[in-house]
């Protein structure tokens, strides 16, 4: 009897879930998924396998970054919602994250309350960019010939109520133009499109565009922020260059399911933070135009709260709603 008893606590203590089976000296025993919700080549998944290879070399063990797009980034982040807490499934995500529970009339989880905030990675404004074909030299000159061609210039975004599709809504409303909205599966293709001429304009992230700009392929006129970027400073913001009081930016962060052990957490945040503000990916960031966070756990959670509440704003005037 004494035996069995002994043998049945045993079991227990090793099969007692996530938070008796992975102290944070033992976690992780095994690759590590990090799900984005957008496609290869946008500024989240770069941000995204920056971070991953970052955790790879100083965890070591292996943080694979797997691209699960479609439905503006919700079937992406409900997989993350319905996976396991245990520490092997997060997500690495951008402001879009913040945007969908005002955009969609209901989602299959409450963005509060189904993930586990673990750091702010970095924040960063769009660029507004066009191809250079577009006979625009400012914003003010765009803004002129949107107004004398109502609906004749397309903008790409990745796709139906993204961060992109809403700060050019915004800009819209703000400047009293009308330009059509041309969705796509993600960021990455839609920069390729706009490359070849295949649409006009679009805000872009520094990080994913600032290489088409330095080639000429497309061309600059301001940045989204209220301040200026401090790796591009000789572009204007939107605000000073035509449409006052505009302003719209991105940011990256990385979540875990909700239940995911404080512990797991808790090593996860520290690592980020240490590698977000190392040399090599603070540079790496910041070449990008992505300034480098490294928040606290609980310090995402409370801007996660507001961005959502600043997001809902914009949607009621930019009007865009997706069942």
Not at 46 to 64: D, N, P, Q, W, Y
Not at 149 to 172: C, E, I
Not at 176 to 183: A, K, L, N, R
Not at 185 to 192: D, V, W
Request: proline residues 7%; glycine residues 10%.
């Amino acid at each position: 009897m004494i035996r069995r008893f002994f043998c049945a606590v045993w079991g227990l203590l090793f099969a007692g879930g996530p938070a008796l089976a992975q102290a944070p000296d033992a976690y992780p025993a095994k690759p590590v998924r990090v799900i984005t919700s957008y496609s290869i080549g946008g500024a989240t998944d770069i941000v995204a396998r920056l971070v991953a290879k970052m955790l790879t070399e100083s965890i070591g063990r292996s943080f694979i970054v797997d691209n699960v797009t479609g439905a503006g980034g919700v079937i992406g982040d409900s997989t993350v919602a319905r996976a396991a807490p245990d520490g092997y499934t997060l997500l690495a995500t951008s402001s879009t994250f913040a945007i969908n529970p005002a955009v969609y009339a209901k989602l299959p989880f409450d963005t509060l309350k189904a993930f586990a905030p673990i750091s702010l990675v970095g924040r960063g404004p769009f660029m507004l960019v066009i191809h250079p074909s577009v006979p625009a030299k400012s914003v003010k000159e765009l803004v002129a010939l949107a107004k004398a061609n109502p609906g004749k210039l397309d903008y790409a975004s990745a796709g139906q109520g993204t961060a992109v599709h809403l700060a050019v809504a915004l800009f819209n409303s703000m400047a009293g133009v009308t330009m059509t909205h041309i969705p796509y599966k993600g960021s990455g293709q839609a920069l390729i499109d706009l490359v070849a001429g295949q649409v006009q304009m679009t805000f872009a992230s520094i990080l994913s565009s600032r290489g088409h700009v330095k080639s000429g392929r497309l061309r600059a006129l301001a940045v989204s922020s209220i301040q200026r970027s401090t790796i591009m400073p000789e572009l204007p913001t939107v605000s000073e260059a035509g449409v006052p009081g505009y302003q719209a930016a991105s940011w990256y962060a990385w979540f875990a399911p909700a239940g995911t052990p404080r512990p797991i957490i808790g090593r996860l945040n520290a690592a980020i933070v240490k590698g977000v503000k190392s040399p090599e990916l603070s540079n790496r960031l910041l070449s990008g135009g992505a300034e480098p966070v490294g928040s606290a756990a609980e310090e995402l959670g409370r801007f996660l709260a507001d961005e959502i509440a600043r997001w809902r704003k914009v949607v009621q005037v930019a009007g865009v709603r997706r069942k």
